[in-house]
């Protein structure tokens, strides 16, 4: 068999098999005929080829590993040196890193959601040069025409300074992909998890907003930060007590009432009389926390909870409510002076006098300011003040969020004159919800319970406390009744509904000490169906004008009171209360002391 045949599984390339074929050759030229020099160089040639091959092999082989180290110190040094914009752990992956908030039925209100993020990173050339390919003022002034609100001149400023950090966060897909068409590399997109509200504006300011890495902020989103965060409870979303749809609603009707008046704001709350759940609160202007800039969000003021103002007449009832309950009244047929009351060298009148004495019914229908001081004068400061307290007005209004504003009283509110303008709702500045808890307790059965944002099981509703007699209450919702058939609350009176309420229109205190007489508080404080009252709404119009769609007059009567009229019919189905002509409360035993005096 020849030497060089592959069957005997020799090694060419060796030179063990090299040396042992030239000795052979040497001992084969002793004893026989030499091997051809042709061959001994065909050996020496299929050992180079052998050794060249296994030298690329090895090269490209040593390639790949230097690729491959490359690529895991860099997933290490993003790892550790916090490079990359988000981090995430298996618990991350398995649970919402931020629990869920939604309405009373379940509707979401603010969510975890994935989104993309517009990241600048100066190194992504990793050549040590220029990390953009056109200058910082052209990447800026495109990046303007993608996203229209974004700050051209910071942006660019941001970009030449060559410090890596995100330039926008929450971009849409389709703003991404236009960002990726300007061929800059150092313009990423990292994907996040952010926090989403899929209702926009709406309940802002009862939702807050979240900042990265400092959590909630404002609103329930601060209240609720441990609860939100709790690996072991975000897996719930937690139900607040307002209805999404009623919301909206009261947004609506109060935005239209607002631009209508050319007002500079306004405020709402809708709340459940037996419960103190909140189904609704709004405050104008509103703002988006989907959109919060590094210095926070605008409009963030809550006039609902943390604006104090003087609320005007709708604070009559109150007083006559008290006046019932200590004896002051006791025959709402009897007639009160109604002529300017003289204080030392102060002057109490009405606006629009209606004759020289007034019963009970008819001084609220009329909203006499003249019969409600006098009654406040002798019931005495310290039953009036007694009621107030009771009903919470000297103390931030019961509510969880953070912004509650501290009601403003008198330095001296046992003064003859201070008790009865206090009365008539002057010179002690509380906040609306203070004016809903109030209204709460008057109509549904004299009961005072604190307001809450939260969707309360049957079992949790605090018993309350009892500010006012039972029967009381039950006179107190024909005379509401009354206001808005005969009185100034007649643009609130929704056929059907039942609603009763009372207008109040407070100049508002300037900076001298006294009232500015162009800028007023409109207010109305309702309550519905009056047979069997469910639920209180309190609107207010912060500074409005006299327009054609107010008839050119800035009282509640034209603006406030509207709003509860259009309102009352788009929420009332909504929260199980539908029309019925039929039924109402029963005002047979007082109608005639209106109706007879008109």
Known sequence: MNAFSPQLGLDFGSEAFLDTELKSS??????????????????????????????????????????????????????FAGHAPSQSSVADQLLPPRGEITDRNGAPLARAFPAYALWYDPDAMGDGGEPLVAAPKEVAAELKAIFPDMDEAKTA???????????????????????????????????ETDRHYPQGSLAAHILGYVVEQQGGKLGMEQVLEERLSDPELRAEPVSLSIDVRVQGALEDELRRGMLATDAIGAAGVVLDVDTGEVMAMASLPEFNPNIVGADGAPNVF?????????????????????????GVVRNLSKDWNARPVEVGTRTI???????????????????????TARIADEMGADRL?????????????????????????????????????????????????????????????????????????????????????????ARMRQMLRMISIYGTGRSANAPGFRVGGKTGSAEKPNARGGYSERKIISTFAAAFPMDRPRYVIVTMIDEPRGTRASS?????????????????????????????????????????LVEGRK
């Open 26 to 79: 040497g001992a084969r030229a002793a004893t026989g005929p030499a091997i051809p020099a042709g061959r001994v160089q065909l050996v020496q040639l299929r050992f180079q080829s052998v050794l060249t091959a296994r030298m690329r092999v090895l090269l490209i082989a040593a390639v790949f590993a230097l690729v491959a180290l490359a690529a895991i110190t860099r997933i290490v040094w993003l790892g």
């Open 157 to 191: 400023q941001r970009l030449a300074s060559g410090r890596a950090g995100y330039l926008r966060r929450r971009v849409l897909p389709e703003d991404a992909n236009s960002v990726f068409e300007l061929g800059e590399v150092a313009l990423q997109f990292p994907q």
């Open 302 to 326: 809550n006039r609902a909870t943390n604006g104090v103002y003087e609320l005007g007449s709708t604070f009559k009832p109150l007083t006559v409510a008290a006046a019932i309950d200590a």
């Open 349 to 371: 009148q009405d606006l629009k006098p209606k004759g020289s004495t007034l019963n009970v019914p008819q001084a609220l229908v009329y909203s006499s300011n003249t019969v």
């Open 385 to 473: 003040q007694q009621m107030l307290v009771d009903l919470r007005m000297d103390q931030r209004p019961f509510i969880e969020l953070p912004a509650k504003g501290k009601p403003l009283w008198p330095q001296n509110p046992s003064n003859r004159h201070t008790n009865m303008v206090i009365g008539y709702g002057h010179s002690l500045a509380v906040t609306p919800l203070h004016l809903a808890n109030a209204y709460a307790a008057m109509v549904n059965g004299g009961i005072w319970r604190p307001s809450t944002l939260r969707k309360l099981a049957p079992e949790d509703v605090p018993r309350g406390k009892r500010v006012f007699k039972a029967s009381t209450s």
């Open 552 to 592: 050119f007059q800035r009282t509640a009567a034209f603006n406030a009171a509207p709003v509860v009229g259009r309102l009352v019919p788009r929420i009332g189905p909504m929260l199980g209360v539908r029309p019925d002509a039929n039924r109402d409360v029963d005002i047979s035993d007082l109608r005639y």
